[in-house]
């Protein structure tokens, strides 16, 4: 088998092609949360912390020097997505967990016999009979 062939087979099974759909919605579903968090739960908190903006949080490390810019250590846009990070992960547990529920659910729920054991069934009743 060539190269190409085997690669082919992989590329087109079924993993692989949930696997990038699972990484597309995943990359979609962390902008949701990061405005999420941005816009609605980082306001209030910088609000409480009295009018802090997390992401302006810095530490000059040398002044800006006619054209060459200042150095910067950014730590509030590292908290940021700090913050960002938890929320996401702590969102994508809850929906792992709620598949998960609901998966068992579905395992507990013995099935029913299908129409030919409901059949066998009768006949060994009436054999035994």
Do not use: H
Request: charged share 20%; glycine share 6%; aromatic share 8%.
């Amino acid at each position: 088998m060539s190269i190409v062939q085997e690669f082919k087979e992989f590329a087109v099974k079924g993993n692989v092609i949930d696997m990038a759909v699972g990484v597309i919605i995943g990359v979609a579903f962390g902008k949701i949360v990061s405005s999420f968090v941005a816009d609605v739960v980082m306001p209030p908190i910088g609000v409480l912390l009295g009018g802090v903006d997390f992401s302006d949080l810095a530490i000059t490390v040398k002044e800006a020097v006619g054209s060459s810019p200042a150095v910067v250590v950014a730590y509030g846009k590292f908290v940021q997505t700090i913050v960002d990070f938890t929320i996401i992960a702590f969102v994508i547990f809850m929906v792992v967990r709620l598949i998960n529920s609901l998966k068992k659910k579905e395992a507990a729920a013995p099935a029913a016999p299908s129409a030919e054991q409901v059949l066998l069934t009768e006949i060994r009743d009436l054999l035994k009979k």
